[in-house]
């Protein structure tokens, strides 16, 4: 789909309205909004809005305006929005602009009723373009400490490799991760072209970032076929990201509910991408139906065109979520996060004094 140059609001709205036929244009309801709700999977450069965008290309002396940024996250596929992503990405320089993509995050997340989020930085495309890692996470630490001041949201690191650089590579983003485990960093991840790199091929580096405390994650099952979920479980990750394609193997979603594997489901992704031709088509109510731990998750919001309100809201509208189940989605997102111990009951208490009312 090409994007057309036109407000910042009614772009937002046009991606949203063609990728959703069966959303109704109400807003997400009160319940939705006030749901407190925790996020599991989110890009930190796929939630950079193109206003922030031209903002940082004015910091930086570039002429620009808002039509231009906007054309920048324009994909027809799965390959194309790598390359919008990519495109995004190349704009963040130097460590103030990512102490200030990560406090206006926090401050969106903070509108949406979100109390935690679990952050996916890409390290790896940072080394892959020789930037100064150290001040980039010094301003990374700088934006989240501001916004948990301002607006009392917690917020922790994983550190995201892309797969299709190679093995040695994603060392290096998992040796960062671990010099970083103070620092609220919590733990790492590959992303990238799951048929290039496949999860087999990682597992010297998983036993690494095991071996040094850190949590373990993999997308798996988004563009790889039901084999990548298996290969990310025998990575031991404690969660799936996406695993759309895990709908196809009875004996694996079976695994999955048994072990209560958390399954990041990220809906608006998955259709815009075009790895779900159709909304109908979306596995997620035959996971809930079958006992797996599901939570519903934006991916790459500004890329998408999606709040995690509007992701609760889909769910609902098309398959027929009820408001206990959704319920029992945004608690799975505490439960399954990588909180402390004593941090997460604090969250959950509270959690369920708010769902009680």
């Given at each position: 789909m090409q994007l057309v140059h036109r407000s910042l609001a009614n772009l937002l709205s046009r991606i949203y309205n063609q990728s959703m036929p069966s959303r109704s244009d109400r807003p997400p309801n009160a319940f939705i909004r006030?749901?407190?709700?925790?996020?599991?999977?989110?890009?930190?450069?796929?939630?950079?809005?193109?206003?922030?965008?031209?903002?940082?290309?004015?910091?930086?002396?570039?002429r620009s305006t808002l039509a231009e940024v906007e054309s920048l996250y324009g994909y027809t596929d799965f390959q194309s929005f790598l390359?919008?992503?990519?495109?995004?990405?190349?704009?963040?320089?130097?460590?103030?602009?990512?102490?200030?993509i990560t406090y206006r995050l926090m401050?969106?997340?903070k509108e949406e009723n979100v109390l935690h989020a679990e952050v996916y930085v890409s390290v790896g495309v940072c080394l892959f373009r020789k930037q100064d890692f150290p001040s980039i996470f010094d301003g990374l630490e700088r934006g989240r400490a501001r916004g948990a001041r301002d607006f009392g949201i917690s917020l922790l690191w994983i550190f995201d490799a892309t797969r299709?650089?190679?093995?040695?590579?994603?060392?290096?983003?998992?040796?960062?991760?671990?010099?970083?485990?103070?620092?609220?960093?919590?733990?790492?991840?590959?992303?990238?072209?799951?048929?290039?790199?496949?999860?087999?091929l990682f597992r010297g580096v998983y036993s690494y970032a095991?071996?040094?405390?850190?949590?373990?994650?993999?997308?798996?099952?988004?563009?790889?076929?039901?084999?990548?979920?298996?290969?990310?479980?025998?990575?031991?990750?404690?969660r799936i990201g996406h695993g759309l394609t895990a709908a196809q193997d009875p004996d694996l979603i079976e695994e999955l509910a048994q072990r209560q594997?958390?399954?990041?489901?990220?809906?608006t992704s998955n259709l815009r991408t075009g790895v779900c031709k159709t909304i109908a088509e979306h596995p997620v109510k035959n996971y809930f139906d079958q006992g797996v731990m599901v939570t519903l998750n934006t991916d790459d919001p500004a890329l998408f065109g999606t709040t995690l309100s509007r992701e609760y809201q889909l769910a609902q509208e098309t398959f027929g979520f009820s408001?206990?189940?959704?319920?029992?989605?945004?608690?799975?997102?505490?439960?399954?996060?990588?909180?402390?111990?004593?941090?997460k009951l604090e969250l959950l208490s509270l959690f369920d004094a708010a769902a009680a009312r």
């Open positions: 006030q749901l407190p709700k925790a996020e599991l999977h989110l890009h930190l450069e796929g939630a950079v809005e193109p206003a922030s965008l031209l903002e940082l290309r004015k910091i930086h002396g570039e390359m919008a992503f990519k495109a995004v990405s190349a704009h963040l320089r130097g460590p103030d602009d990512y102490e200030l401050q969106r997340l299709h650089f190679g093995i040695d590579e994603a060392q290096k983003v998992f040796e960062f991760a671990a010099n970083y485990r103070d620092r609220h960093v919590v733990g790492v991840g590959i992303g990238g072209d799951e048929v290039k790199a496949p999860p087999e095991a071996d040094q405390g850190l949590h373990l994650t993999a997308h798996a099952g988004e563009t790889g076929p039901p084999e990548s979920v298996w290969g990310a479980l025998n990575l031991r990750v404690e594997i958390p399954v990041e489901i990220c809906l408001d206990e189940h959704l319920r029992e989605l945004a608690r799975n997102s505490f439960e399954a996060s990588f909180l402390p111990a004593e941090k």
